[in-house]
């Protein structure tokens, strides 16, 4: 049997500065930006909604009453938030996006894989 226990650092590539948290960077700022459409999507549907019982007694949303301008105020924090949380995970995952891809060949080098080398017929026994 052979002995190839080395250090595990010696066999791996651990790269330094910004770009060791670029993954979980990337896979963050995805979800966040799930979550933002999702909620942007929800309260599309809730302002369409609120419009509609509004407009349903004879009134319109393009009123200049107070109530008319209630309705239209009412999720423009949360839209507003989830614009602004929507465009900073972008420009996060697009940042660690650039930063994977310019570390994608820095793994190997010249020593390859780093691991041993298994044909076809080994991985049978």
């Known amino acids: 049997m052979k002995d190839s226990a080395g250090s595990p650092q010696s066999s791996q590539h651990h790269p330094g500065g ?15 930006a799930v979550v ?3 909620l942007l999507v929800i309260i599309f549907f809730l302002d369409a909604f609120n419009a509609t019982v ?3 007694g004879g009134n319109s949303i393009d ?10 105020g009412l ?3 949360a839209r507003a ?6 465009v900073a995970s972008l420009m996060v995952a697009a940042a660690a996006a650039v ?13 390859g894989d780093g691991g041993e080398d298994v044909d076809f017929e080994d991985l049978g026994r």
């Open 54 to 56: 509004y407009s349903v």
């Open 99 to 111: 930063l994977l891809y310019r570390g994608r060949n820095s793994a190997g080098g010249d020593e």
């Open 75 to 77: 999720y423009v924090g």
């Open 36 to 38: 933002c459409i999702a």
């Open 81 to 86: 938030g989830s614009i602004f949380f929507l």
């Open 18 to 32: 910004l770009a060791r948290f670029a993954r979980p960077a990337l896979i963050a700022s995805a979800v966040v």
């Open 63 to 72: 009123d200049d009453t107070q109530e008319a301008q209630d309705i239209r």
